[in-house]
C-alpha cells in the first residue's frame, strides 16, 4: 500500500496541486483538463496527484470546495469585525466584491456550466447538501434580524428569503452580462455593488434604524456569524473525505 503523505512538505504540494487544478479549470474548463495537465503545470509527477486525491473528481470537487470555504470563512470573520456585514444589504455586497476578484469562486456560486461540465453533475450532491446547510443559515440568519426589527416583517419569513435570493441571484448573473446587452448597468463593479446594497436595503429594511442605534446590530453580529462558521466546518468534513 502506498504511504499518504503527511506533513508541512505534503500539504504544501497540495495546495500546489489545487492551484494548478483551479487555474486550469478556469483556463480550459473540467473536461479538457487532466491530471498529466495538472502535475504538469504543478511540477510534479501524475502519481504524486493521486497521493493527495483518489480520483479526478475528487481532485476538482476539493478545488469547489476550497473556493466556498473561503467565502463563508471571510464572511463571518468579516461579520465580526465589521458588524454593519451581517446585515443582509451589507452581506450580499461584500460577498459580491469578494466574488468580483476570485474567478472560481464565481463560477462556483454561478455554476458555469461552461467551466464545470460534467463536474456539476457529479458534485450536485456534495454541493446540494452545502447549499442546504447555507439556505438554513440564511433562514435562520433573517429570523435573527426580523426578531430586532432590523429587516420588515410584512412578508413571511421563507417568502422574504426567496424574494432576497432571487434579486440577489439577479444581480449577479447580470455581473457577467457583456456592456452591450445591458446598456443601463454601470460599468464600475464597484457602482453594481452600491446598487445591489441600496436596492435591497429599500427593500427589506425594518422599523428600527441600524444607523441611529448601531449598537443593535454589533449585539447581533457575533450570533449571525456562527451561523456560517459550521458551513465552514462542514466543508473541511468533505475535504478530508475526499483526501488522501
Do not use: C, N
Amino acid at each position: 500500500m502506498t504511504a499518504v503523505p503527511a506533513g508541512p512538505e505534503a500539504d504544501e504540494r497540495a495546495d500546489r496541486v489545487l492551484d494548478s487544478a483551479a487555474e486550469l479549470l478556469l483556463r480550459w474548463g473540467y473536461r479538457r483538463v487532466t491530471i498529466e495537465d495538472v502535475a504538469r503545470h504543478a511540477g510534479i509527477g501524475k502519481g504524486t496527484v493521486y497521493l493527495h486525491f483518489r480520483t479526478k473528481d475528487a481532485l476538482f470537487l476539493t478545488v469547489l470546495l476550497r473556493a466556498g470555504r473561503r467565502i463563508f470563512a471571510e464572511l463571518a470573520e468579516r461579520m465580526e469585525g465589521d458588524p454593519a456585514v451581517s446585515l443582509p444589504w451589507g452581506m450580499v455586497r461584500f460577498v459580491y466584491e469578494l466574488l468580483q476578484g476570485d474567478d472560481l469562486a464565481r463560477v462556483l456560486y454561478l455554476g458555469d456550466p461552461e467551466v464545470l461540465g460534467r463536474l456539476a453533475q457529479e458534485a450536485a450532491g456534495t454541493l446540494g447538501e452545502l447549499g442546504r446547510r447555507r439556505d438554513e443559515a440564511v433562514r435562520e440568519h433573517f429570523g435573527l434580524l426580523r426578531g430586532a426589527g432590523l429587516v420588515a416583517t410584512d412578508l413571511p419569513l421563507d417568502e422574504q428569503v426567496h424574494a432576497y435570493g432571487a434579486v440577489t441571484t439577479g444581480f449577479f448573473f447580470a455581473a457577467g452580462t457583456p456592456p452591450e446587452a445591458d446598456p443601463f448597468a454601470p460599468a464600475d463593479p464597484a457602482r453594481r455593488a452600491a446598487l445591489l446594497e441600496h436596492t435591497l436595503r429599500s427593500l427589506l429594511r425594518g422599523p428600527a434604524d441600524p444607523a441611529a442605534d448601531p449598537a443593535a446590530v454589533t449585539a447581533l453580529a457575533p450570533s449571525v456569524a456562527a451561523l456560517y462558521r459550521p458551513l465552514v466546518a462542514h466543508i473541511d468534513a468533505e475535504w478530508q473525505r475526499r483526501a488522501r
